[in-house]
């Protein structure tokens, strides 16, 4: 008697169970159904990236790509603006051109960093040299006045063009070695010679500058084929141009070897003053509890070395199409449904933090924010980011998740809070349940992050639209919860480094001058 109830008990759970999971779910089964057959993200990728293009803090075609995001979200019926908060140096990318005019004749690969003062329509034409070899910065001083009306290459010279991971496949064995400890000399070599002249690669374009340099030459590569991660020029007056590592090479060689390159560069740009800066913000407000706010988060601007595609194009995608997914089939959420496409995250999580700053009232009312910044690739991580009974809610949530997406995640309960990294970290910092959905890597760090190859063909439209399937899905799910998240934080160990317990991140202020004010 007593063995059969069991076993009747367990069959009724088994039955429940497989029960419940096979239960439908009509918002559910909605989402997933229109996000794979009625797909919107080519369409908005062509329209960001390649329409738009770059969203570099301050230039026109961030302010397009605002204006974009709203009147997109106008179609949809979905109620969004742009928030200012801050202003920023505004500048335009206008024309590079580099060409070599001597010993031959050869247009070269690379382009002028951001906020690089123009030169004229006609350019600059000078010759390309190298630094020299010195013992001291007796010696650096006296070398200085060399540069006058030259262009200075200030990088490496690297070894190979090859990447790692190319060597590791057709070298022997003992060559790949041999050519990483060769590399790992040189490099060392290069920066005691750098220390020696009493700069840094930073510092040294200063001394240039003042010592009457033509413009400043750099190749940042990324150790990937054709890869060079553009940042912003440091000069005021004077070009500064990165030049993609086959190009820089051979000019390098050609100074070395006395042939005295002479190169002639065009690099327009326009400075417009101060511009306001905005994060656009979308909402589906809440039916039952409007005043509680489940957040997309995804920051909307970009270097502009290719279109920022992946960083952040893609994060923007998952959220505008999980946005419209919602919206078409959660329209009268129990919370408030809010998208964050944040402005100058690049710089260091500007618009995010100006959010948290300007809007305490919805952040003590977050019930959760879904953060997506790290490339193109499906979700393969979510750490419950050092909230104690995370295990718990984002379980519950992920519960939902169609197998074939959630399959691919590995959580990490508790976890602990990150401190950096992309915009997330601005709300956790305020203590509000924020989370990472943290992609698989596509070779994000070498070859798109940052760099001229950021560009629409490397998206990976089936991951991109499997995330938005998964956001779209925590968020009904997180809305729809019979609680409030509960906020109670992890205890945090001792540091390893200082012996001492850590704490939790604290908010910190945006920066809302950018590049404004000498500091
Ligand atoms: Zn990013």
């Known amino acids: 008697m007593k063995k059969l109830s069991k076993l009747s008990c367990i069959v009724a759970l088994l039955l429940s169970v497989t029960f419940y999971a096979q239960e439908s779910n009509p918002i559910i089964e909605g989402i997933v159904k229109e996000a794979n057959e009625n797909s919107q993200l080519e369409r908005l990728a062509h329209e960001m990236l390649d329409v738009i ?29 742009n928030e200012k908060w801050g202003e920023w140096r505004g500048w335009e990318r206008g024309i590079t051109h580099i060409d070599m005019v001597s010993p031959r ?24 040299i190298i630094l020299p070899t010195v013992k001291d910065s007796m010696t650096f001083k006296n070398w200085l006045p060399n540069v006058k009306g030259k262009f200075v290459m200030i990088s490496m010279n690297q070894p190979t063009g090859r990447p790692d991971y190319n060597w590791e496949e057709f070298a022997t064995e003992e060559s790949f070695k041999k050519m990483k400890e060769d590399r790992d000399a040189q490099t060392k070599a290069w920066r005691e010679n750098m220390s020696h002249t009493g700069y840094n ?28 991660k553009i940042f912003s020029a440091r000069t005021k007056k004077i070009p500064t141009v990165d030049i993609e590592l086959e190009d820089y090479g051979m000019l390098y060689r050609l100074a070395e070897y006395g042939n005295k390159p002479e190169l002639k560069i065009v690099a327009e740009s326009k400075e417009l003053g101060a511009v306001p800066n905005f994060n656009t913000i979308a909402e589906i407000k809440g039916t039952e509890k409007p005043e509680e706010y489940v957040i997309l ?82 979700v393969v991580n979510l750490s419950g980011q050092g909230f104690l009974h995370s295990y718990d809610f984002l379980g519950r949530w ?103 317990q850590m704490v939790w991140p604290t908010p910190r202020s945006p920066e809302r001058k950018g590049m404004l004010e000498e500091k």
């Open 53 to 81: 293009g770059p969203r570099l803090v301050g230039s026109p075609q961030m302010k397009q790509a605002n204006d974009w995001a709203v009147a997109q979200y106008g179609k949809w019926s979905i109620s969004a603006k």
């Open 105 to 128: 004749i050869q247009t070269l690969d690379g382009t002028q960093l951001a906020w690089n003062p123009s030169t004229s329509k006609k350019g600059v034409t000078a010759e390309a």
């Open 201 to 228: 690669s930073r510092t040294i374009i200063a001394a240039l500058e003042e010592a009457g340099a033509a413009g400043i030459i750099t190749s940042n590569w990324s150790k990937g084929f054709g890869a060079n």
């Open 297 to 378: 988060s995804a920051h909307f601007d970009s270097w502009d070395g290719g279109t920022g595609a992946t960083d952040n194009g893609t994060g923007t995608l998952v959220m505008m199409e999980a946005m419209r997914l919602l919206k078409k089939f959660y329209p009268n959420p129990k919370r408030t449904i809010i998208v964050g496409h944040w402005g100058s995250e690049e710089q260091g999580l500007n618009g995010s933090r100006a959010f948290v700053e300007d809007h305490p009232e919805i952040v003590k009312n977050i019930q959760a924010v879904f953060n997506q910044d790290n490339g193109t690739g499906r």
């Open 398 to 500: 992920l519960n939902a998740v169609p197998k074939d997406i959630s399959k691919h995640i590995e959580t990490n309960y508790p976890g602990a809070p990150g401190r950096g990294g992309s915009d997330y970290a601005s709300f956790l910092a305020a203590g509000a349940p924020a989370f990472s959905l943290s992609s698989l890597s596509w070779s994000y760090w070498n070859y798109t992050w940052h760099t001229n190859l950021d560009t629409y063909d490397k998206i990976v439209f089936d991951d991109v639209r499997s995330n938005a399937i998964l956001t779209a899905i925590l968020t009904y799910m997180a809305s729809e919860d019979e609680q409030s998240t509960p906020k109670d934080k992890i205890v945090l160990p001792m540091s390893r480094r200082t012996g001492e």
